[in-house]
T-cell receptor
Framework: DGGITQSPKYLFRKEGQNVTLSCEQN?????MYWYRQDPGQGLRLIYY???????QKGDIAEGYSVSREKKESFPLTVTSAQKNPTAFYLC???????????FGQGTRLTVV | RKEVEQDPGPFNVPEGATVAFNCTYS??????FFWYRQDCRKEPKLLMSVYSSGNEDGRFTAQLNRASQYISLLIRDSKLSDSATYLC????????????FGRGTSLIVHP
């Protein structure tokens, strides 16, 4: 079945550590997105990519990095520079023609 | 002004009630519009697309008013299972087509 897979579902990080969140899709979608959601808040865009080997900063890119070496994969690294990384992270993808976005199940990151 | 605005609620309604949510957007050139449903601690899932001609799916009706730049979602005969957060999503214009989300409207349906 086609879909988006995020892993892990839950992740705990010590302060000062970098962690990488995985996002893989087999929908053949061109565009992929990373959002962050805090309790009671909407989704805020971290990074997005429209084609392989290209990505753009979103509204809250500071402290995060991404890569897009393959069409199917768009991993997000939360670096130690991100001061408040505890949040729910959602990866999404879509085709390029304006249709709806599909989401992975999310990764809940907690700093301990 | 935020790009996409929603009343966060919560809307607290009894079973069987009709409830309506609105969402306003700031970019008049926005091209496509959606309502998503998000359950607690889960990912958003597409509820329905929103067209200028209106869109109905069972108890749910979505409408788009381009002149006033808002979209609406009407839920008739509310069920307990409708309790969730409803997110308004607007797709941008041009090459980016970035889905932009409202903060969501919380609906609580009680017996």
């Amino acid at each position: 079945d086609g879909g988006i897979t995020q892993s892990p579902k839950y992740l705990f990080r010590k302060e000062g550590q970098n962690v990488t969140l995985s996002c893989e899709q087999n929908l053949n979608h061109d565009a992929m997105y990373w959002y962050r959601q805090d309790p009671g808040q909407g989704l805020r865009l971290i990074y997005y990519s429209q084609i392989v080997n290209d990505f753009q900063k979103g509204d809250i890119a500071e402290g995060y990095s991404v890569s897009r070496e393959k069409k199917e994969s768009f991993p997000l690294t939360v670096t130690s520079a991100q001061k408040n990384p505890t949040a729910f992270y959602l990866c999404a993808s879509r085709t390029f023609d304006g249709t709806e976005a599909f989401f992975g199940q999310g990764t809940r990151l907690t700093v301990v | 002004r935020k790009e996409v605005e929603q009343d966060p609620g919560p809307f607290n309604v009894p079973e069987g009630a009709t409830v309506a949510f609105n969402c306003t957007y700031s970019n008049s050139a926005s091209q496509s519009f959606f309502w998503y449903r998000q359950d607690c601690r889960k990912e958003p899932k597409l509820l329905m697309s929103v067209y200028s001609s209106g869109n109905e799916d069972g108890r749910f009706t979505a409408q788009l008013n381009r002149a006033s730049q808002y979209i609406s979602l009407l839920i008739r005969d509310s069920k307990l299972s409708d309790s969730a957060t409803y997110l308004c999503v607007v797709n941008g214009v041009g090459g980016s087509y970035i889905p932009t989300f409202g903060r969501g409207t919380s609906l609580i349906v009680h017996p």
